[in-house]
């Protein structure tokens, strides 16, 4: 696609649901990245895949929180027994190789929020 | 460790005139630096980076960022401000020692006016 595409944009979920979250990066792109943005604040990273394999997990903050990109292009953050404090913006970003200069092209982000 | 701080959460400008939108950043090794614009319920929108060379670096829609080594800062810039540039901004860095984790700063809310 000519994006970075994630879905569901808005997700509602009550206090102890499981949710998943996907992103379809650009094409091509070898690297993957997840953040989370709360309200009023920048993003935090969570996780990065290079191709399958998920070299960074330093930022998932808690085992309730698991991301895979089995196939090297769609990736899905699941996010087990929801609490109110996952509610955010979570936002996926792709980039085409896995040099450290190449910038990311983020999507417009998942919008949870936990009742 | 890697980090930014953005020091001013709002900015405010009156259009035609400059702005300036601070950033300064921490690194252990050597920087790669970047910009970045978000317009609500939109995705970040890269403006531009700063990896080696020319401390003056342009980008998109007439932004451009200095790098500045001694004062450890990456502060971005317009000549003329529109109300079109209304937005938040985000500073983020990379080590480039380090993998390819890239840190934001809390952002800058810059506001035009007529």
């Known amino acids: 696609g000519a994006g970075v595409s994630q879905s569901p944009r808005y997700k509602v979920a009550k206090r102890g649901q499981d949710v998943a979250l996907r992103c379809d990066p650009i094409s091509g792109h070898v690297s993957l990245f997840w953040y989370q943005q709360a309200l009023g604040q920048g993003p935090e990273f969570l996780t990065y895949?290079?191709?399958?394999?998920?070299?960074?997990k330093s930022g998932l903050p808690s085992d309730r929180f698991f991301a895979e990109r089995p196939e090297g292009s769609v990736s899905t953050l699941k996010i087990q027994r929801t609490q109110q404090e996952d509610s955010a913006v979570y936002l996926c970003?792709?980039?085409?190789?896995?040099?450290?200069?190449?910038?990311?092209?983020f999507g417009e982000g998942s919008r949870l929020t936990v009742l | 460790a890697q980090s930014v701080a953005q020091p001013e959460d709002q900015v405010n400008v009156a259009e035609g005139n400059p702005l300036t939108v601070k950033c300064t950043y921490s690194?252990?090794?050597?920087?790669?630096l970047f910009w970045y614009v978000q317009y609500p319920n939109r995705g970040l929108q890269f403006l531009l980076k700063y990896i080696t060379g020319d401390n003056l670096v342009k980008g998109s829609y007439g932004f451009e960022a200095e790098f500045n080594k001694s004062q450890t800062s990456f502060h971005l810039k317009k000549p003329s401000a529109l109300v079109s540039d209304s937005a938040l901004y985000f500073c983020a860095v990379r080590d480039t020692g380090t993998a390819s984790k890239l840190t934001f700063g809390t952002g800058t809310r810059l506001q035009v006016t007529l």
């Open positions: 690194v252990s090794g050597n920087p790669y």
């Open positions: 970003a792709s980039s085409f190789g896995h040099s450290n200069t190449g910038e990311l092209f």
């Open positions: 895949f290079q191709n399958e394999a998920q070299l960074d």
